[in-house]
């Protein structure tokens, strides 16, 4: 009778761990080369806006759902709300054969004010579908090496320089969480 619990149990853990299988992304090469444009320098045309009528050619909508797929795995609606695609919001600038999308959660989709850190991702796809380049956020850049955290130039205490700043801070992110922070306290003797 125990090892029926045991395997039940086992069972019910493993099915928790399973999520639907999705298009493996690692088997390409990134090119770190791609800058991606910066995507809240200017506002976007917001799609949803009732009696509107868009257009969207099906490049676009196959590398927005690559981008979400490879960010947000298909999954079944028990999902936190924050990792659902409906909770997301979508920038896309498209530049050639390039497609350059945004992705940060929404958190007034979830009933918040703020979203989780590190929830949005920036891609580059190519319009045949393929991931030219990835940058999720909280992980780092490996087209800028010199990025290690400490400023090249070192600046006053709360400023950034503008190359820091690549088209302002995602408009979902408190202004709090904007900040340089504070500088550490002087060594006492």
């Keep these: ?56 050619d099906g490049d676009t909508l196959r590398a927005l759902t690559v981008a979400a797929r490879d960010l947000l795995p298909l999954r079944d609606t028990t999902v936190s709300c924050g990792s659902r695609w409906e909770s997301q919001q979508y920038r896309v600038v498209r530049q050639g054969d390039v497609i350059f999308i945004r992705i940060d959660e929404d958190p007034k989709a979830c009933g918040r004010t703020h979203p989780a850190l590190d929830s949005g991702a920036s891609y580059a796809i190519h319009r045949d579908g393929r991931i030219l380049r990835r940058l999720i956020d909280g992980q780092p850049d490996v087209a800028k090496p010199e990025d290690a955290g400490v400023p090249s130039t070192l600046g006053e205490p709360g400023t950034a320089s503008p190359e820091v700043l690549s088209g302002g801070p995602s408009p979902f992110l408190p202004l709090s969480w904007q900040d340089a922070g504070s500088p550490a306290p002087a060594p006492r003797p």
């Design 1 to 56: 009778m125990k090892k029926t619990y045991f395997i039940l149990a086992s069972a019910l853990v493993l099915a928790g761990c399973m999520r639907a299988a999705a298009p493996s992304p690692s088997n390409h090469e990134e090119d770190p080369s791609i800058t991606f444009p910066p995507f809240f320098a200017q506002p976007a045309v917001a799609l949803g806006t009732e009696g509107t009528v868009y257009e969207l």
